[in-house]
């Protein structure tokens, strides 16, 4: 099964809506971390935000937002006010527990900005 | 502050041709460090991961093959280059303590095809 499930291949947003990219996990320890990174086409991957699973709060930072559904296991990245340059790939990922190494990667959303 | 720097930037072999893609990390001791492969349009697979010089962990069999000779320094690897290996190649470092979070930072990349 998979462990991280983006559903959206791809989606257009007009500039300056807000924007949702959608992401699943499954795991059954308690302690885990999830991330969203951005990779424009130039290949980098930049970090964008971090929620931890004992978080109480939905972690924000500047435009960026996650909806942290705990109960159903749901990580959605919210971007406010899209602009031309968030036209990126998106992918979500998780580390499971403490003391790991590794991070278990999503498929991605393309995500197109339209002016 | 700490930077990851990776080249070649892009390279063409043919097929049958040694490889060698090099990973240094500044700023920081101890780093973990990863290579990943992204196949175009598709997510991240991770190929090696190391916590120390000399310590290599495989995920997937393949041709390829890692190294660590230097505390900052990883190295990717192959005697013969296979049509498959094309795709761009991610090196990334998290500070060596992996807590639940501990967000990898990424190099720039280098893609590489196979001829």
């Known amino acids: 099964a998979q462990k991280i499930t983006q559903t959206q291949p791809g989606m257009f947003v007009q500039e300056k809506e807000a924007v949702t990219l959608d992401c699943t996990y499954d795991?059954?320890?308690?302690?885990?971390?999830l991330f969203w990174y951005k990779q424009p086409s130039s290949g980098e991957m930049i970090f964008l935000i971090y929620?931890?699973?004992?978080d109480q709060q939905n972690a924000t930072e500047g435009r960026y937002s996650l909806n942290f559904q705990k109960a159903r296991k749901s990580a959605n990245l919210v971007i406010s006010a899209s602009q031309l340059g968030d036209s990126a790939m998106y992918f979500c990922a998780m580390r499971e527990g403490l003391g790991n190494y590794q991070l278990i990667w999503g498929a991605g959303t393309k995500l197109i900005i339209k002016p | 502050s700490q930077t990851i720097h990776q080249w070649p930037a892009t390279l063409v072999q043919p097929v049958g041709s040694p490889l060698s893609l090099e990973c240094t990390v500044e700023g920081t001791s101890n780093p973990n460090l990863y290579w990943y492969r992204q196949a175009a349009g598709r997510g991240l697979q991770l190929l090696f991961y190391?916590?120390?010089?000399?310590?290599i962990s495989s995920e997937v069999p393949q041709n390829l093959s890692a190294s660590r000779p230097q505390d900052r320094q990883f190295i990717l690897s192959s005697k013969k280059l296979l049509l498959s290996d094309s795709g761009f190649y991610l090196c990334?470092?998290?500070?060596?303590?992996?807590?639940?979070?501990?967000?990898?930072?990424f190099g720039p990349g280098t893609r590489l095809t196979v001829l």
């Open positions: 795991t059954s320890d308690p302690s885990y971390g």
């Open positions: 929620q931890g699973s004992y």
């Open positions: 190391s916590v120390g010089i000399g310590q």
């Open positions: 990334a470092w998290t500070p060596r303590l992996a807590g639940v979070r501990n967000e990898q930072f």
